[in-house]
């Protein structure tokens, strides 16, 4: 996906998984203030979820660093640190987006 003059991330899929690489300035764009935290790892992990509202019960009490929003592409996520500073986005897909991969 190209973002200004250069790339801001890109998506590698083989066998039903999907790696993707974005720059730290296409993540800042897309969640201020969350990327260059101090002595913090810079991994994001992304997982598509069935159920986000039980995801969010079963981290009651867990500090969210992401709160729950919609993205552009149709995905309602929220994210947490886990204890080694790593990133956890969970993503509830809507039927759209999931069907136009689908069909990809």
Sequence with gaps: MPEGGKLGFVILVRDGV?????????????IPGLVRKPNLPGTFLYIEV?????????LAGVKVEVPER????????????????NLILFAEMSAAPEQEREAQ
């Design 18 to 30: 999907e790696l993707m690489y974005q720059t730290y300035a296409s993540a800042e764009k897309d």
């Design 50 to 58: 069935t159920g986000l509202d039980d995801i969010k019960r079963r």
């Design 70 to 85: 919609t993205t552009f592409y149709g995905a309602r996520e929220m994210g947490v640190r886990e204890p080694g500073g």
